[in-house]
């Protein structure tokens, strides 16, 4: 008897939990957001070895603008540093870089290196990666809504809402893990 295992065409990582995990070892929450990246861009590696296609990472959502300022200010440079610092090792490998997010309070040097990132690696083909900083779902049906009502759409369908999303050309996520191991989607 022969058994085959789909591969999902796209995964999604809702990176959560990593401070906490840095709390319970002894250590500041930073190096929890630093243990992250070396575990995100091991996944990376991993999917392309798999032959995914598509994978998303939530590294900073709507919400943590509610944190503390100054886990803010980190996140928001240590994600420009990850980019910036990772963007020529991935290009090499073939990934296409692809910015998931809303860009107002988006930090204008992280905005800057994504969209380096993105032109750097747009015609890659050997797996997308979509960083969703500054996202949120909410956010994403809310902007959405507002971009057909700014359009003139008069008659919304999936179809038509489907194609006023951030990323259209993304297919929908066939697997979602989130690291925390909670047992909820944002």
Partial sequence: MSTSIKIPEHI????DGNGRWATNQ??????????GEKAMIDCIYSA???GVKNISFYTFSTENWNRDPSEVRFLMGFSREIIHNRVDELNAAGVKIIWSGRKPKL??????EIKIAEKKTAKNTVINVVLCINYGGRAEIVDTC???????????TEKSFSKALYNPKIPD??????????????
């Fill in 12 to 15: 999604a990582v809702i990176m």
């Fill in 26 to 35: 002894g250590m500041v929450r930073t190096e929890g957001h630093k243990a």
């Fill in 107 to 112: 930090w204008k040097s992280v905005y800057d």
């Fill in 48 to 50: 392309i070895k798999l």
């Fill in 173 to 186: 996520v066939d697997l979602v893990v989130r690291t925390s191991g909670e047992l909820r989607i944002s």
């Fill in 146 to 156: 507002q971009k057909l009502i700014d359009s003139g759409d008069k008659k919304v």
